[in-house]
């Protein structure tokens, strides 16, 4: 199980301020699924907090949208006493490790799988006498290939091209 810090409670408290969006000409504003996020994590973390702890007066009596740093560390260090929502929050944190890993492998094998796919091309470019990294480097400035560079998924469209300049 993995261990929780303090500042891994922060970080989670710190989801009841809702996130700003900034638009240039207006300024600043909540939007209101934001807005309903935070109510959301404001409510979950009050059952959670005991009554009669500042923690729990200040979520609960709070009117404004936002919070200070102070009154989220307040918050945390109050959480950090409470053993099942450290143990909830540790298992959420490995939930979502586990599958940012799982998607980092995904992505791998994508970029693995097309690489190979696209050895064909790939050989079609030495067999022309001209170096992979040139190719390369015209593929990722060129706008219409550009997506090839990234995904390594390469086509004998772009070689072509490539060998005609």
Same mark, same amino acid.
């Given at each position: 199980?993995?261990?929780?810090?303090?500042?891994?409670?922060? #970080?989670? !408290?710190?989801?009841?301020?809702? +996130?700003?969006?900034?638009?240039? +000409?207006?300024?600043?504003?909540?939007?209101? +699924?934001?807005? /309903?996020?935070?109510?959301?994590? $404001?409510?979950?973390?009050?059952?959670?907090?005991? %009554?009669?702890?500042?923690?729990?007066?200040?979520?609960?009596? =709070?009117?404004?949208?936002?919070?200070?740093?102070? /009154?989220?560390?307040?918050? *945390?260090?109050?959480? %950090?006493?409470?053993?099942?929502?450290?143990?909830?929050? *540790? =298992?959420?944190?490995?939930?979502?490790?586990?599958?940012?890993?799982?998607?980092? /492998?995904?992505?791998? *094998?994508?970029?693995?799988?097309?690489?190979?796919? +696209? /050895?064909? !091309?790939?050989?079609?470019?030495?067999?022309?006498?001209?170096?992979?990294?040139?190719?390369? *480097?015209?593929?990722?400035?060129?706008?219409?290939?550009?997506?090839?560079?990234?995904?390594?998924?390469?086509?004998?469209?772009?070689? $072509?091209?490539?060998? #005609?300049?």
């Amino acid at each position: 199980m993995r261990t929780i810090t303090i500042k891994d409670i922060y #970080n989670d !408290v710190s989801y009841i301020n809702p +996130s700003v969006s900034t638009i240039s +000409s207006i300024g600043e504003f909540i939007e209101e +699924s934001s807005r /309903q996020v935070a109510l959301s994590v $404001r409510s979950r973390i009050a059952k959670i907090l005991p %009554q009669g702890t500042l923690a729990h007066k200040i979520v609960t009596e =709070n009117l404004n949208d936002f919070f200070s740093d102070k /009154q989220l560390w307040v918050i *945390a260090y109050e959480l %950090q006493k409470n053993e099942a929502y450290v143990s909830n929050l *540790a =298992n959420e944190i490995e939930r979502r490790e586990k599958v940012a890993e799982r998607k980092a /492998q995904e992505s791998k *094998a994508k970029l693995a799988r097309n690489k190979e796919n +696209s /050895q064909e !091309v790939l050989d079609f470019v030495k067999s022309n006498k001209k170096l992979l990294k040139d190719y390369y *480097a015209f593929v990722k400035s060129n706008k219409k290939y550009s997506k090839e560079f990234y995904s390594k998924r390469f086509t004998f469209e772009s070689a $072509r091209e490539f060998l #005609n300049c």
